[in-house]
C-alpha cells in the first residue's frame, strides 16, 4: 500500500510559493518600499533623483513618472504600482506620485487591519465603500471654472517646485496659450503641441510659435531658404532608385553603354521629381530618403524639401496645412497639397529647424523651450508636460479642487463622519482609508522640514471652519489656498485616488504566490522562508508540499 504521507510533487522543484499572509505581507512590503522611495519628490519642496543607466545617461528629474520609468522595476507587485503611475501620466500627465504614495499607504492601513484579524475580503469592501464617496465628496467640494485665469492658477500649481520658479509665471502663460491653441471643441490633443528643446539661452528665451516646428533644416543649402504662399507636398514615398532585391549581372560590350545606363538612371530620378514640380508643390517633406540627384533637381526648380521628417510631424503638417500624405509620387496632385502663408529654416544657437507658419488650419502650434544645457532642458520640458496635461484636463472638465492638501484632508473628515455611520467591520476599514489619503498633507509637510504631526491637528481644526484651508508649506502656514491660487484639476485627485485604490484591492486579494526559482530573489523579496519558498513547517495543516 502506498505511503499516504508521501509528498505529490506538482511544480517544478526549483519553484518558490509563499502562501496567505507571507504572501500578503511580501506584496505588501513592495508596495509601501515603492512609495517610500519616491515620496520625497512630492511638492514644492521636493527633492530631485538622479537616475543613471549603463550607458551612463543621466536623468535628473523629480518627476514620478519620469522616476519609475527609469528604474528597473523587478518585484511583481511593484510593477503592478508602476502601472498605475503610467495610467495617470496617460490620462492626465500628472500627479504620479500622489497616486502611488496613496497606494502605499493605504497598504499600510491594509496591514494594520490584517494584524488586528480582519479579513482581506472585508477591508476590500470597506475600500470600495470609500471610494464611492470619495466620488461624492469631490464632486461636492469641486468648482466649476474654466477662465484663462484659472488656468494659468492650475498650470503655476502643477509646475512649482520643479526647479525654476524663477521662471515659472512665462512657462504657465506658454502652456495656457499652447492649449488654447489647439483646443477645438472643448477637446484638446495633446499631440498637437510640439515642445522642440533648444540647449544654449536661459528659460526667458522661450517661445511659442504659431505653427508646425520641425527639427531639420533644408536637405542642401542650395535650396531656397525661405517659402511664401507655400503649397505643401507630404510623401511617404522614397525618391530615390530602389536597390535590387537579387543579384544581377549587367553585361557592357561598349563603353558608351556605360554613359547610356547612367544616363537612363538619371531620367528615372528626373521624372520623379518632375512629378513632384508638375503637382504645383513648392515644399516637399518626405518621410522617407531622397536621392542626392533629386535633391539636385529639386534645388534647381527652387523646391523646399526635407527628408526623413517623423511621423508625429507629418501628422501635425497634415492637420495644421491641409495636406494628405501620399504613397506614391504618381498620386501627387494639387487636391493633395497643404498651405502655409510661409516656410522657413531659422538657426537658433546650434539648432536648425523649419518654420512652417499661418498655416491653413492653426489647431497646431509649438514651443521652443530654451535652457542652458540639455539637463535643464529636458527636466523643464517634463514639467511642461505636467502642466499641459493638467491645462488640458481643466479645459476639457471644467472643474477643479483646491490644492495644498486641502481636499484630502476634507475627504478624510467626511470619511470619519461617514464611517461613523457604517456597522460592522467594514467601518474600521472605511476610517483607515481616510486615514491613508491625510499622507499627501503629511509627506508635503515632511518635505519642507516641517512638523507633520502638528499640521495635520492645525489643518483638521481649520477644516472645521473652511474647506478651503491648506498648507502653504513656504511660510510653513495653514492658508486660504483658494485665495492664494493653488488648484488643481479634480481629474487630478479622482485618478489618483481611484487608481491606488484598484491597485491596492488586487495586492490585497493575492494570497498565494508561485514564482521560477530566482524570480523573488533578483526582484529584492526577503522571504524569511526556507529553501523551498515554503513557510518553515512545510504547508499549513500538514499537508505535503507542492513542490
Request: with cysteine; glycine share 8%.
Amino acid at each position: 500500500m502506498a505511503n499516504v504521507n508521501q509528498p505529490i510533487y506538482i511544480l517544478p522543484e526549483d519553484t518558490q510559493r509563499f502562501l496567505g499572509r507571507d504572501a500578503q505581507r511580501m506584496n505588501i512590503l513592495a508596495g509601501k518600499v515603492l512609495a517610500e522611495t519616491i515620496r520625497t519628490t512630492l511638492g514644492p519642496k521636493g527633492m530631485d533623483k538622479m537616475l543613471t543607466d549603463n550607458l551612463d545617461d543621466i536623468v535628473i528629474t523629480n518627476d514620478g513618472a519620469t522616476i519609475l520609468q527609469e528604474m528597473d522595476i523587478a518585484h511583481p507587485a511593484a510593477k503592478m504600482i508602476v502601472e498605475i503611475a503610467k495610467k495617470q501620466e496617460s490620462v492626465v500627465g500628472d500627479g504620479t506620485t500622489t497616486a502611488v504614495i496613496i497606494a502605499g499607504e493605504l497598504l499600510a492601513k491594509a496591514e494594520e487591519l490584517l494584524d488586528e484579524g480582519i479579513h482581506s475580503s472585508t477591508i476590500i469592501l470597506g475600500y470600495r465603500d470609500a471610494l464611492s464617496k470619495v466620488y461624492e465628496i469631490l464632486n461636492h467640494i469641486s468648482i466649476d471654472a474654466k477662465d484663462k485665469e484659472t488656468l494659468l492658477k492650475v498650470a503655476m500649481t502643477a509646475i512649482t517646485g520643479k526647479g525654476f520658479d524663477y521662471g515659472k509665471k512665462q512657462l504657465a502663460n506658454l502652456i495656457v496659450d499652447g492649449v488654447l491653441k489647439i483646443e477645438e471643441n472643448g477637446k484638446v490633443d495633446k499631440d498637437n503641441l510640439n515642445i522642440q528643446r533648444v540647449s544654449g539661452g536661459s528659460i526667458d528665451d522661450s517661445k511659442i510659435i504659431n505653427g508646425v516646428l520641425i527639427d531639420k533644416g533644408r536637405a542642401v543649402d542650395s535650396m531656397p531658404k525661405k517659402v511664401e504662399n507655400a503649397k505643401i507636398a507630404l510623401l511617404k514615398y522614397p525618391i530615390e532608385l530602389k536597390d535590387l532585391e537579387s543579384d544581377g549581372k549587367i553585361k557592357i560590350k561598349d563603353p558608351s553603354q556605360i554613359q547610356a545606363f547612367i544616363d537612363n538612371e538619371e531620367e528615372m530620378i528626373k521624372d520623379l521629381v518632375n512629378k513632384v514640380i508638375d503637382s504645383g508643390a513648392n515644399v516637399l517633406f518626405s518621410q522617407k530618403g531622397i536621392d542626392d540627384l533629386a535633391l539636385h533637381y529639386l534645388s534647381k526648380a527652387g523646391i523646399f524639401a526635407i527628408k526623413r521628417v517623423k511621423k508625429s510631424d507629418i501628422k501635425r503638417l497634415e492637420k495644421a496645412t491641409g495636406a494628405k500624405l501620399v504613397t506614391s509620387v504618381d498620386d501627387l496632385n494639387p487636391r493633395n497639397l497643404g498651405e502655409a502663408g510661409v516656410v522657413y529654416e531659422k538657426k537658433i544657437f546650434d539648432e536648425i529647424l523649419t518654420f512652417v507658419e499661418e498655416s491653413k488650419n492653426p489647431k497646431a502650434s509649438s514651443i521652443i523651450l530654451r535652457g542652458s544645457t540639455k539637463y535643464v532642458t529636458s527636466k523643464v520640458e517634463r514639467a511642461l508636460d505636467d502642466g499641459i496635461g493638467v491645462v488640458s484636463a481643466t479645459l476639457e472638465d471644467g472643474k477643479v479642487v483646491i490644492g495644498g492638501g486641502s481636499s484630502e484632508i476634507e475627504i478624510a473628515q467626511q470619511l470619519k463622519k461617514y464611517a461613523s455611520a457604517i456597522s460592522g467591520r467594514e467601518q474600521l476599514a472605511i476610517e483607515a482609508y481616510g486615514k491613508a489619503l491625510e499622507v499627501v498633507p503629511k509627506t508635503l509637510a515632511e518635505n519642507a522640514g516641517l512638523d507633520s504631526i502638528d499640521i495635520l491637528v492645525d489643518l483638521r481644526a481649520a477644516h472645521d471652519k473652511s474647506k478651503c484651508m491648506g498648507l502653504n508649506i513656504f511660510e510653513g502656514k495653514i492658508i486660504d489656498m483658494k485665495e492664494a491660487g493653488i488648484i488643481e484639476p479634480q481629474r487630478i485627485k479622482k485618478q489618483a485616488i481611484q487608481s491606488a485604490t484598484e491597485v491596492t484591492e488586487m495586492i490585497l486579494r493575492i494570497d498565494d504566490l508561485v514564482a521560477a526559482k530566482g524570480g523573488l530573489e533578483e526582484a529584492g523579496a526577503d522571504d524569511g522562508l526556507d529553501n523551498s519558498g515554503m513557510p518553515p513547517g512545510g504547508m499549513p495543516g500538514g499537508m505535503p508540499p507542492m513542490m
